[in-house]
């Protein structure tokens, strides 16, 4: 692959003109070449810089308005052309084509003008067709061109052109390059919003530069979260799953599949875990999957009805039969038995997926007010080695094993949240409330309407303790081993809680909010 370059001829045709003298100026000093179009080439004549017209280039005037100035096989060869490949240079020879070593190239302004509320033939105008094409061009040819595609870059180009004389790198020229097709997908975007912007049944995909992909491939749904919202999942499920039987899964649905699936990655033990709106209901994890199962639904047999299913291990017949006796919309496993598969599939509407091993992306992003939000997701899992014993006394081998287990349960359900554990068994969670005394409280209540011994069991917080209350509230329920994040300008207060009543409780450092 090629390496250094030097810069000996330039094409610039821009929109804007702002900060481009310096450029200019400096490329003149350098003794690069430079051709131009329209008021560009008017721009640079002004300086009294030498330029060069592109219908000099060409033999072509601009025509149809300028709706054709540049694209021409003189200007497209230049910039496409392989340096290393002899081929290539004979044809240019042949056909009397210079090399441009520059383009300096930004957009019409689509997006402004549709803001200003121009009539549509206005914003049809400012769809540009030879600045993307310029740009993808010299992008593409990133080995041996190099492409400024927006005015923003002018300071990074004239730095270069300063330090390195003229010349440039390969990873100068690549960087320039991905940040050019970065301008040219964001662009395509933006018309393509304009022309999909009346309904969702018009040309499905979606673009986002959070994935670094267009997802051409959209499922329209039976409807949203409610049945007067419309839906549309952009996305390939047949990549992820296998569907075995079942209805095509709805909206909300999918919200639990997903919450589901981020969950039962966490564990590798034989776990089943039970979702409702997004959170579990039932967890464990035992030696055997029937165990596992009937752990998890005894967790809170009342939320599992209709709720969605995982388990990381084979469904074999035994504990399909068990779990035939629930009503409920999805089963996820990695696979099921012939036999268990025959007893699942009785109940025409119910769901029921392989899950594939595929990667998922590791960030996640929101439509929030008039724009996205996007951040990495939580990956970050803490093991017995990450907890570190704040109080005199440290957790048991058992605590320690509970401790793990709820944290990882913890980190996928919605804040403000604590979760109580034994045994590696969700005893009770407190999902999604306002203060973390009503969190525990809940989880607490919970626990005692399905029968649970707290004695000997684990809590778990999302976040720090601003007050000792909760861990008071906690050993007087007999919960006597905590794990949260710590951070919290009044931590001490809880640690003499627990030094005082012989709780034991580890710090991770790591805050694990789910909003």
Known sequence: ?????????????????????????????????????????????????????????????????????????????????????????????????????????????????????????????????????????????????????????????????????????????????????????????????????????????????????????ANKLRYGENPHQQGVFFGDLDALFTKLGGKELSYNNLLDVDAAVSLIAEFSDTTFAILKHNNACGLASREKLLDAWNTALACDPVSAFGGILITNKKVDAETAAEINKLFFEVIIAPGYDDQALEILKQKANRIVLVQNKVSLPKHSFRSLLNGVIAQDKDLKTESPADMKTVTKIGPTRQELTDLEFANKLVKHTKSNTIVLAKNKTLIASGTGQTSRVDALQQAIHKAKTFGFDLKGGVMASDAFFPFPDCVQIADEAGIHAVVQPGGSIKDKDSIAYCDAHNMAMVFTGTRHFKH
């Open 1 to 217: 692959m090629s390496g250094n370059k030097r810069i000996k001829s330039a094409l610039i045709s821009v929109f804007y003109k702002d900060n481009l003298e310096p450029i200019v100026k400096k490329l003149n000093e350098l003794g690069v070449k430079i051709y131009s179009t329209g008021g560009t080439q008017e721009f640079i004549e002004k300086l009294n810089v030498p330029v060069v017209p592109v219908e000099e280039l060409t033999s072509y005037p601009s025509i149809l308005g300028g709706r054709v100035k540049t694209l021409h096989p003189k200007i497209f060869g230049g910039i496409l052309s392989r340096r290393e490949l002899q081929s290539d240079l004979d044809q240019l020879e042949q056909y009397e084509i210079p090399e441009i070593d520059l383009v300096i190239v930004d957009l019409y302004p689509f997006e402004q003008t549709v803001a200003s509320g121009a009539k549509e033939q206005d914003i049809i105008e400012k769809i540009d067709i030879g600045g993307i094409s310029l740009i993808r061009a010299a992008a593409k040819n990133f080995k041996d061109v190099v492409i400024v595609s927006s005015r923003e870059q002018y300071p990074a180009l004239l730095e270069l052109l300063n330090v390195k004389n003229g010349s440039t790198e390969i990873s100068d020229r690549r960087s320039l390059a991905a940040k050019a097709f970065d301008i040219s997908s964001h662009y395509d975007s933006a018309i393509f919003s304009y022309f999909n912007s009346e309904a969702m049944d018009g040309p499905a995909s979606l673009n986002t530069g959070v994935f670094k992909q267009s997802i051409r491939k």
